[in-house]
């Protein structure tokens, strides 16, 4: 379980720029949170597991959950609280949620401007959740498990996302039949052996690709068959080609 730091009741409305490699440690607020990062990539992880987002993507973390922050690449933070009783999407657990053009600058101008009770800051505040509202869920979780079998077989994939064995495989390392680990996969964690590791690979080739790591090394180290294999997954899920990924 992720230990709590510190409990800011409140949670802020303002931008704030995080170095490379920065982080913000595990904290909670009383109210909900919209978090946007304008640049580079950003991780959210609770005890429940981890969420990414590129700049095409913003995460809903939901009142009193106890989470940290971490930075890949420079990050242009943009932080926007909302109280607890309004929950437009009612979502109860953090989401990656997808930023169209018009909300990412409906989001920096709100966390930019001025905090005060002005009829123009209400006006573009409600825009924004108009906007939020019709954001759509992105499946960019990858969780944490609880059952010691996988905490083990799980870390051996997170010290190496490129690793190809099979399930098979790498239960006989942790001492477990492919069918006892794939049954917990879908009981610990509520995904399937592949769909838990190609959150994996993409989390990580998030993290490479704002590291200017060229897309066929990417696509190596991060364990895909081939450079068109994931782009092709990359595109599907992103809706974009990794080349044309924003680092800056």
């Known amino acids: ?7 800011d009741p409140v949670a802020p409305t303002r931008t704030q720029w995080l170095a490379s490699g920065g982080s913000i440690d ?28 590129p700049g095409t993507r913003a995460i809903w973390v939901p009142a009193g959950t106890v989470h940290a922050h971490r930075a890949y690449g420079e990050l242009d933070l943009h932080l926007v609280g909302l109280p607890a009783t309004e929950n437009p999407l009612g979502l109860n657990a953090p989401t990656v949620l997808a930023v169209s053009p018009l909300l990412r600058e409906l989001i920096i101008a709100y966390t930019r401007a001025e905090d005060d009770d002005s009829p123009e800051r209400a006006r573009l505040r409600a825009v924004l959740l108009d906007q939020l509202r019709a954001s759509t869920q992105q499946p960019l979780h990858l969780p944490t498990p609880t059952a010691p079998l996988l905490r083990t077989l799980c870390g051996i994939l997170r010290a190496d996302p490129g690793d190809g ?9 942790v001492g477990a039949s492919d069918r006892t680990l794939s ?28 590291g200017r790591t060229p897309v066929t090394a990417v696509a190596h180290q991060c364990g ?19 080349g044309s990924h924003p680092t800056d």
């Not at 995904?191 to 993290?207: I, N, Y």
């Not at 895909?224 to 990794?242: C, E, M, N, Q, Y």
């Open 183 to 210: 049954r917990l996969f879908r009981s610990d964690l509520g995904m399937t052996f592949p769909q838990w590791r190609t959150q994996l690979r993409l989390h990580h080739a998030l993290v490479l690709l704002t």
């Open 1 to 7: 379980m992720m230990t709590e730091s510190r409990h």
């Open 224 to 242: 895909w068959s081939s450079a068109s294999a994931f782009i092709d997954v990359f595109r599907r899920t992103f809706g974009h080609t990794p």
């Open 165 to 173: 064995r099979t399930l098979a495989e790498l239960g006989r390392q």
């Open 26 to 53: 595990a904290h909670r607020h009383d109210d909900h949170q919209i978090v946007y990062a304008g640049r580079g990539v950003l991780a959210i992880t609770t005890s429940e597991g981890s969420w990414v987002a």
